[in-house]
């Protein structure tokens, strides 16, 4: 069986927390914030009780244009096209409601297309149209090029990195098609940002920052190259933002006026520990552990793994033996043995999931013996 890459970024990972009450193989839900995030955040709380919120947050001004700089450099983009947001599914709902296309415009997607992001595009009026795809999910190339050439849709909507299944889309390619199509593509990276590379052409992409940046709950945030949020309406002009008149960057109309800014400091932080951990290495150890994840769950208990072995992610997702409730599963493991996964329903994927799967996903810091623990734990 293979070994790990890169031990000191576990080693770093661990020694940047405080210790975990169990056996944490559940960082695709939420991952464990670093001792300095969680410093950066209470610091900036106290300053807002110390200086007024609005002072404080002008102080931290600096640093959140920093991280708005290295967050939209993650995905090919630059500071003034990146909104800080509460979540990825804030993020969603604001871009198609502020890009107000007419009713029944269509819009194309995935089979596995994250549940939330299609009730929202169905709520705004959107006709969803499904690309072709092969058994495990991912596009097909051939198929999405006929389809946008022969009826193409208002926008192309991608999930990247499922939640419920750890396999990567083909995201440089669908965005040089769609490119070639003049049909822009938005990139769900809420499960890829920090996890895969993310930096591929697209014309949006939004995230979170809880999951694999290691970032607070209840921050997100969207970018858009200029040409696309030229298409949307603000809810309220730059003016509001604009006191001085100094001219406002173009995403910023999209930012809530009022949120946790405390909660953006630390996401900024986090951003800057996985730029000096290095996104390749992080990648690539990842990348193994998902690969050691899946060697050795895949089989045992009768469980099934649905991703190829080598697929660079460290999201696995195991189908239950026949009778066995994967949810029962889930809480058998963290009562039972301390360790800390994801029942992923149906809903999550109505249109790719036959039936509940129990997902594992370790982060750095996580080891093969840990592993090991959960598939002697399932095959009991
Ligand atoms: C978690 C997740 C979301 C939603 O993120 P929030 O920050 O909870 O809104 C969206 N898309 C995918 C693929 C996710 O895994």
């Given at each position: 069986m293979s070994s790990l890459p890169h031990d000191d970024l576990g080693d770093a990972?661990?020694?940047a927390r405080v210790r975990p009450a169990g056996v944490h193989l559940d960082h695709a839900a939420c991952s464990r914030q670093s001792t300095e995030v969680l410093d950066a955040v209470a610091r900036h709380a106290r300053h807002e009780a110390e200086l007024g919120g609005y002072v404080a947050e002008q102080a931290a001004e600096g640093l959140l244009?920093?991280?708005r700089s290295v967050l939209a450099g993650l995905v090919g983009m630059a500071a003034a096209d990146l909104a800080f947001t509460e979540s990825a599914s804030a993020s969603v709902r604001t871009l198609v409601s502020r890009w107000r296309l007419a009713p029944g415009a269509r819009v194309a997607v995935l089979p596995g297309e994250y549940w939330h992001n299609a009730a929202?595009?169905?709520d705004a009026g959107l006709t969803p149209v499904v690309l072709p795809a092969d058994a495990l999910g991912r596009a097909d190339l051939a198929g999405v090029e006929r389809a946008l050439r022969d009826?193409?849709?208002a926008f192309v909507h991608v999930t990247l990195v499922a939640s419920h299944r750890?396999?990567?889309q083909p995201g440089r390619e669908l965005a040089a098609l769609c490119r070639a199509a003049d049909v822009p593509l938005v990139l769900d990276v809420a499960q890829a940002l920090g996890h895969v590379d993310c930096d591929l052409g697209a014309d949006a992409a939004?995230?979170?920052s809880r999951k694999w940046l290691a970032g607070p709950r209840g921050v997100g945030f969207l970018v858009l190259r200029p040409a696309?949020?030229?298409q949307l309406t603000p809810l309220v002009g730059p003016e509001l933002h604009d006191d001085d008149r100094t001219g406002v960057d173009h995403a910023r109309w999209f930012e809530s006026h009022d949120a946790h800014v405390a909660g953006r400091v630390g996401l900024v932080v986090a951003v800057g520990e996985h730029l000096a951990a290095g996104p390749h290495r992080v990648r690539e150890r990842l990348a193994a552990l998902g690969r050691a994840t899946r060697e050795r769950l895949d089989g045992r208990g009768g469980w099934q793994v649905a991703e190829p072995l080598d697929e660079p992610?460290?999201?696995?997702?195991?189908r239950p033996p026949d009778g066995v409730d994967v949810r029962e599963v889930v809480a058998r493991l963290r009562t039972e043995h301390g360790l800390l996964t994801t029942a992923a329903n149906r809903e999550r994927a109505p249109r790719e999931l036959a039936g509940p799967v129990l997902r594992v996903s370790p982060h750095l810091d996580s080891t093969v013996e840990q592993l090991d623990l959960l598939a002697t734990a399932l095959a009991a």
């Open positions: 990972w661990r020694a244009q920093q991280g929202t595009f169905t009826d193409p849709p750890g396999v990567v939004y995230g979170t696309l949020s030229g992610t460290a999201i696995t997702t195991l």
